[in-house]
């Protein structure tokens, strides 16, 4: 995998701090992940599919990196 990740459909990465904790995130729009839209999108298995692998992704590029990863 190269720098820079990137989360679900691209969107950029960005860090969140607080409470001596930093969170390593991205944004998604509002309205695909409703309550309807999230369940009508789990119901195409290539979708949960991408969510899962992309999650994996961006939990195990800061995990191999170490302190290396932008802040």
């Known amino acids: 995998m190269s720098d820079p990740l990137t989360g679900l459909r691209g969107a950029p990465l960005r860090t969140v701090a607080g409470s001596g904790l930093t969170a390593l995130v991205f944004s998604v729009p509002a309205d695909d ?9 789990m119901a195409d298995l290539a ?5 899962a692998r992309t999650h994996h ?3 195990e590029w ?3 990196s170490g302190t290396r990863w932008p802040r």
């Open 33 to 41: 992940f409703g309550t309807d839209e999230f369940t009508e999108r």
């Open 47 to 51: 979708e949960p599919e991408a969510l």
């Open 57 to 59: 992704e961006v939990v």
């Open 62 to 64: 800061p995990a191999r």
